[in-house]
């Protein structure tokens, strides 16, 4: 049995990351135990996010549009069993966390900032997709309580991560490093950043494989399991932030 305090955390970091998908989908509501989009999100954001261990596969089939292709929910608890309803396992992760005011490693030598305008945010998710910004990451959340941090080599964007506060945490999301750079200093920037804005504030996030391996290096806990589910008539690698 999950003890209180991680079943804590566990909320926490659902209801983090259902407010970060819905302000970069801008669209979708809360309810009780989901939050859900009727209509269908952007590329690699799920269509729902279950914030409790009582949400039921009916709360999210009623909350979402799985009459067209690439319907995706995020199973916070991994407690969901969607298959009935058409949907198929896209892939398996863990939430973790690091404590508040715990101290971050010593980062590498890129030159780190936080990104400013909408021209900067562009050149960020260029970066991040290692091709083209297509507006996925719009202006509106260059806000208070979201960082985006580019580190920098020679001016050229060559890792970054966010930062994004919500359900009394600081979800860390997109960490990237380009060939070549560091993954590792990448999480040590956006520990540090974290604890120059939201020091009291405990840190989230979830991740898996070798990307779960770096994050544990930075001094993260695994926190228990997450699934995310994909209509079986959806796009390949939808439902990943």
Excluded at 108 to 125: A, F, I, K, N, S
Excluded at 149 to 163: H, K, N, S, T, Y
Excluded at 179 to 199: Q, V
Excluded at 223 to 235: D, E, F, I, N, T
Aim: charged share 20%.
């Amino acid at each position: 049995m999950t003890d209180p305090d991680t079943c804590e955390l566990l909320r926490a970091a659902a209801r983090n990351n259902a407010e970060w998908c819905g302000a970069v989908s801008r669209s979708g509501h809360f309810r009780l135990t989901v939050w859900c989009s009727p209509r269908r999100t952007p590329p690699l954001y799920p269509d729902a996010v279950t914030l409790t261990p009582a949400a039921s596969a009916a709360d999210v089939l009623a909350g979402v549009d799985t009459t067209g292709p690439g319907c995706s929910v995020k199973d916070s608890f991994a407690s969901l069993d969607l298959a009935r309803a058409g949907f198929e396992v896209l892939f398996e992760a863990q939430w973790i966390h690091r404590p508040a005011g715990a101290a971050a490693p010593a980062g590498g030598g890129l030159e780190w900032d936080e990104v400013e305008g909408p021209g900067e945010l562009e050149l960020w998710e260029a970066a991040w997709s290692g091709g083209e910004s297509t507006g996925l990451f719009h202006p509106g959340l260059l806000r208070e309580g979201v960082l985006f941090l580019a580190g920098r080599d020679g001016g050229r964007i060559a890792a970054g991560a966010v930062l994004s506060t919500g359900g009394g945490v600081v979800g860390v999301s997109n960490v990237f490093a380009l060939h070549g750079t560091d993954t590792d200093a990448a999480w040590s920037a956006a520990l540090g950043a974290a604890a120059r804005h939201w020091p009291e504030l405990p840190l989230v996030g979830y991740e898996h494989g070798e990307d779960l391996d770096t994050a544990v290096r930075a001094g993260f806990t695994p926190l228990g399991p997450l699934r995310v589910w994909l209509h079986s008539a959806g796009r390949d690698g939808e439902g990943r932030a």
